[in-house]
């Protein structure tokens, strides 16, 4: 049973608009959640971390929410640009043993 | 920030034949290092943890005399695909985590290995 649950499993844009990456786990006890985006055929790429205290954390026009009580984290793209078409992942790391839980993913196509 | 290095980048190999990827910290010290399996459009599989100076911890279900995992020194891992089929095509990623403590894992560029 997959413990990251991301959605949706992918997305079309539009060139400078904006949207919003869904990402519920289940991962117990919590450590710290990250955002990679990963593009075709390359390593995944960190956008963001965060640990159970935080609530936002920014980079760049990539914009990351936690929730801890209700086990949800969000990405937010704002004014996307076609640079920006990849594969999203959510991954959650848990405290005893650092074990990392990957999220499917969410493919974001940004068009002109 | 860290830089993990996987070479090569892309290899093809004739089936029965083995075939080495390496993985290395190119600025720090890894004590632990992780093998992924990536299909496409899939998410990252763990197939094993790889820790400097012992033996790996494979992941059920993977092989371990199929897929050898070496961590000799602080700084790089190898996998080896031995005897290769085609079913073993797939892209490999690996990542090094700085230090015990500090719960931060970088990713290499991965690996397409493609078996003919």
């Known amino acids: 049973k997959n413990q990251v649950e991301q959605s949706p ?32 055929g390359r390593g995944p790429v960190s956008l963001t971390i965060m640990t159970f205290s935080e ?17 949800q984290s969000s990405l937010h793209i704002t004014a996307s640009q076609l640079s920006d078409s990849a594969s999203y992942i959510c991954v959650v790391s ?18 002109a | 920030g860290a830089v993990v290095s996987q070479h090569p980048s892309r290899v093809i190999c004739k089936s029965g034949t083995s075939v080495k990827i390496e993985c290395r910290s190119l600025d720090f010290q890894a004590t632990t290092m992780f093998w992924y399996r990536q299909f496409p459009k899939k998410s990252l599989m763990l197939m094993a943890t790889s820790n ?31 005897s290769a089929h085609p079913e073993d095509s797939s892209f490999y990623i690996c990542s090094a985590r700085m230090g015990e403590l500090e719960n931060t894992i970088y990713f290499g560029e991965g690996s397409w290995l493609t078996v003919v």
């Open chain 1, 9 to 40: 499993q992918s997305l079309i844009i539009l060139e400078g608009k904006n949207c919003t990456l869904q990402c519920n786990y289940t991962v117990s006890p919590f450590s710290n959640l990250r955002w990679y985006k990963q593009d075709t």
């Open chain 2, 52 to 82: 400097e100076g012992s033996k790996a911890t494979y992941e059920q279900g993977v092989e371990k005399d199929k897929f050898l995992i070496n961590h000799a020194s602080l700084t790089l891992s190898t996998l080896t695909v031995t």
């Open chain 1, 94 to 111: 848990r405290s005893n043993d650092y074990k990392l839980s990957f999220g499917a993913g969410t493919t974001v196509t940004v068009r």
């Open chain 1, 55 to 71: 609530n936002t954390k920014s980079n760049g026009r990539y914009t990351a929410t936690l929730d801890a009580d209700t086990k």
